[in-house]
C-alpha cells in the first residue's frame, strides 16, 4: 500500500490548511485511517483518527479547531485544520490500517511525511 501525503505547508497563526492523503495498491478493506504528528524533540502523537465505521479519536490539544473526514470510494483520508497555532507545527504522518485480501491480517501503513510550520 503506497500513501501519498498533500497540503502541508508555512501558515500564520489563525490560519487553515487541509492535508490529503491517499491509499492505494492492493486493498481489499481498509479499517481505520489517520493522522499523527512529530514535533522536533518529541515523540510522535496521534492528531486524528477516524475508522471504516466512522468512529473518531481527536487529540484534545487539537479538538474544536481540526476535523478528520474521510472519502471511501478514494481511499482517502482529509485533515483539515482550522486556527492554527505555532505549537502545532510538526512532520505530519498519514497511517492506514488495511487488509490485502479478506483472508488477510490487518497491516499498519505510514506516508513520508508532510511538514506543517505555523508562523506567530
Known amino acids: 500500500v503506497q500513501l501519498v501525503e498533500s497540503g502541508g505547508g508555512l501558515v500564520q497563526a489563525g490560519g487553515s490548511l487541509r492535508l490529503s492523503c491517499a491509499a492505494s495498491?492492493?486493498?481489499?478493506?481498509?479499517?481505520?485511517m489517520g493522522w499523527y504528528r512529530q514535533a522536533p524533540g518529541k515523540q510522535r502523537e496521534l492528531v486524528a483518527r477516524?475508522?471504516?465505521?466512522?468512529?473518531?479519536n481527536i487529540a484534545n490539544s487539537v479538538k474544536g479547531r481540526f476535523t478528520i473526514s474521510r472519502d471511501n470510494a478514494k481511499n482517502t483520508v482529509y485533515l483539515q485544520m482550522n486556527t492554527l497555532k505555532p505549537e502545532d507545527t510538526a512532520v505530519y504522518y498519514c497511517n492506514v490500517q488495511s487488509r490485502a485480501h479478506w483472508y488477510s491480517p490487518v497491516s499498519d501503513y505510514w506516508g513520508k511525511g508532510t511538514q506543517v510550520t505555523v508562523s506567530s
Open positions: 495498491g492492493i486493498i481489499f478493506s481498509i479499517n481505520a
Open positions: 477516524i475508522t471504516s465505521g466512522d468512529s473518531t
